[in-house]
């Protein structure tokens, strides 16, 4: 069975950082392009950072942009996202999401349930 299970998430002071951690099982994991997605209280669901199946390319959203690094490690099933200098704007659920192809996250066939994310003093 398809799993993404998220972890990392927490509550962290302005500025301060997180590391997300995306585990896979049931599929191979280095076919696939893979995707973080942010969704902020009462607001939609978008990307923030996409790593094609190789680890190169990958992509940030101009808000997150030299603040965020995903990465991945085929052999240990595992993508990551890295979040430094966190803003109260980056406060939300962070979902894991498997793309259709290896290439990009535009077309998401697979999500997990989310790790919370809460930036406050």
């Known amino acids: 069975q398809l799993q993404l299970v998220e972890s990392g998430g927490g509550l962290v002071q302005p500025g301060g950082s997180l590391r997300l951690s995306c585990e896979a099982s049931?599929?191979?994991?280095?076919?696939?392009?893979i995707g973080w997605f942010h969704q902020a209280p009462g607001k939609e669901r978008t990307e923030v950072s996409c790593?094609?199946?190789?680890?190169?390319?990958?992509n940030h959203a101009d808000s997150v942009r030299g603040r965020f690094t995903i990465s991945r490690d085929n052999a240990k099933n595992t993508v990551y996202l890295q979040m430094n200098n966190l803003k109260p704007d980056d406060t939300g659920t962070y979902y894991c999401?498997?793309?259709?192809?290896?290439?990009?996250?535009?077309?998401?066939?697979?999500w997990g349930k989310g790790t919370l994310v809460t930036v406050s003093s």
């Open positions: 999401a498997k793309a259709a192809n290896w290439w990009a996250c535009g077309n998401i066939n697979n």
């Open positions: 049931g599929f191979t994991l280095e076919h696939y392009a």
């Open positions: 790593i094609s199946s190789s680890g190169s390319p990958t």
